[in-house]
């Protein structure tokens, strides 16, 4: 219905396939449209919590893209401002709304892999190639890095699958001389009675995530879990003799997680995502940067 941005101008060529929509050239502006009654706020990561809020008090409902904040502590004030204003707030993890993941999350609780004791998850791709100094994700200002941008996903992931937060993190991140952000971030999640997540997360290898869920009585294997692109996908199975390929046709996982939260809005029931387990994932996060010794709060 809405967009604003600091280049009306540009904004305007984007959308011009749809002339109706409305283009403001401040924020503040798109808040105050009565007709407005939910944003979405693809900002960098270090104007969530701020822009989220003054949504939230402007009486909008907010989907929020991940990581919603940049601490805990942070997105804990994002949480009571969206109690006190009655208003939904949500972050968006698309991949979580695609049919492969909920596919393999639905076997894991119907016990098919018996209890789970191990979650691997990791991505990549290379930030450097082509070299792009002013790239948001690389600014320590905007809080950048590979760990806010994609290893959070592979944090959400495993608690997806563990169904709670870890009780503790052993990481080490790389930060070379020249760059402002951590580069790469490793790190092993104890989410208890012998069960871990080995993660990690870089912007200085070649493009690739996996996914993989090991229990006591077989495997699942999801080669493409994050951004599988606008191609048929396949998850793995993986029991005693036998192997199952569960082939998924493409969808727009973008649009199922819209869909979901407008869904939300009109019947005033709580996402799926709830900001409960949100939290939980910036706590594993702070944890992973101060297990590393790593300066994040100051970013």
Known sequence: MAVASRNPHRARELFAHIPQVRIYGAYESLLEDPEIE??????????????????????????CEKPLAVTAHQGRTMVEAARANDRLLMEAFMYRFHPQILWALEQVQAGRIGTVKLVRASFAFNVMLP????????????????????????????????????????????????????????????????????????????????????GEDGSISIPFPFT??????????????????????????????????????????????????TIENLETIDAIYRSAGYPWQLI
Request: net charge negative; proline share 6%; with cysteine.
């Open 131 to 214: 070299p792009r100094p002013h790239n948001i994700r690389l600014q320590a200002d905007l809080a950048g890095g590979s760990l806010m941008d994609i290893g959070c996903y592979t944090v959400n992931f495993c608690r997806a699958v563990f169904g709670h937060p870890p009780s503790a993190a052993a990481a080490r991140v790389y930060k070379s001389d020249d760059s402002q952000v951590e580069l790469s971030a490793n790190a092993v999640l104890d989410f208890g009675e012998g069960g871990f997540g080995l993660i990690d997360s870089s912007f200085n290898l070649p493009t690739r995530q996996v996914a993989e869920i090991h």
């Open 38 to 63: 939910a944003v979405y706020i693809p900002l960098p990561n270090s104007l969530h919590a701020e822009w989220s809020i003054k949504a939230l008090e402007a009486g909008k409902h907010v989907l």
């Open 228 to 277: 599988p692109g606008d191609v048929e996908v396949e998850v793995v199975l993986s029991l005693e003799g036998q192997t199952i390929h569960q082939h998924i046709a493409h969808v727009d996982h973008y649009r199922l997680e819209v869909e979901h939260f407008g869904a939300s809005v009109r019947s005033a029931n709580q996402p799926v995502l709830s900001v409960t387990e």
